[in-house]
C-alpha cells in the first residue's frame, strides 16, 4: 500500500502560546505485507515549522528537515505485537540525526490498544519512553 499525508500548520495560540510560525508537514507511507502477522512499513518527507509572513510575504527562517522512518512489525498474537524502527532528519538540509525505537503493543479490547515504547539515538545523545492508549471510535 502507499499513501500520502500532508498537514498546513497554522497559528491558533495566543500571544505567548503560539510561536506565530507556519509550516507544512508531510509524508508518503509505503506498506507491505511480508506473511500473515509481519510487516514493513517505511515513509519519507519533509517537515518545516519555521515560516512565518512579513510585508515581502512568506519567509522561511530555516531550510525544514528532511524525514525517513522504516519499521519491522511483527504480530506475537491476536492481542501482542512488536516492532523495531529506524528514523531520523536532514535538519535544515545540512546534517543527519538518525535514531531507533523498539516497543509492543497489547490490544486490551477490540476498540483500546495499549503501547509502550522506548528509542535511543544512534548518533547523538538522545532516549524517551512512551506510554499511550488508542481508542478506535465506532462509524
Do not use: C
Request: a negative charge; aromatic letters at 14%; hydrophobic letters at 35%.
Amino acid at each position: 500500500m502507499i499513501g500520502a499525508v500532508a498537514h498546513a500548520v497554522v497559528p491558533s495560540g495566543s500571544n505567548g502560546i503560539s510561536n506565530n510560525k507556519y509550516g507544512v508537514f508531510s509524508r508518503i507511507n509505503f506498506s507491505y505485507d511480508l506473511s500473515e502477522n509481519k510487516n514493513l512499513g517505511a515513509n519519507i518527507g519533509y517537515n518545516n515549522y519555521d515560516l512565518r509572513f512579513d510585508e515581502e510575504g512568506l519567509v522561511r527562517d530555516q531550510d525544514g528537515n528532511f524525514i525517513y522512518t522504516l519499521v519491522y512489525g511483527v504480530g506475537i498474537s491476536d492481542r501482542v505485537g512488536m516492532y523495531v524502527e529506524a528514523f531520523g532528519d536532514y535538519v535544515n538540509m545540512d546534517f543527519w540525526q538518525n535514531n531507533m525505537n523498539a516497543g509492543m503493543t497489547y490490544l486490551l479490547k477490540e476498540n483500546i490498544q495499549l503501547d509502550y515504547s522506548y528509542g535511543w539515538g544512534l548518533d547523538r545523545d538522545m532516549n524517551f519512553q512512551s506510554v499511550g492508549i488508542s481508542i478506535r471510535l465506532p462509524k
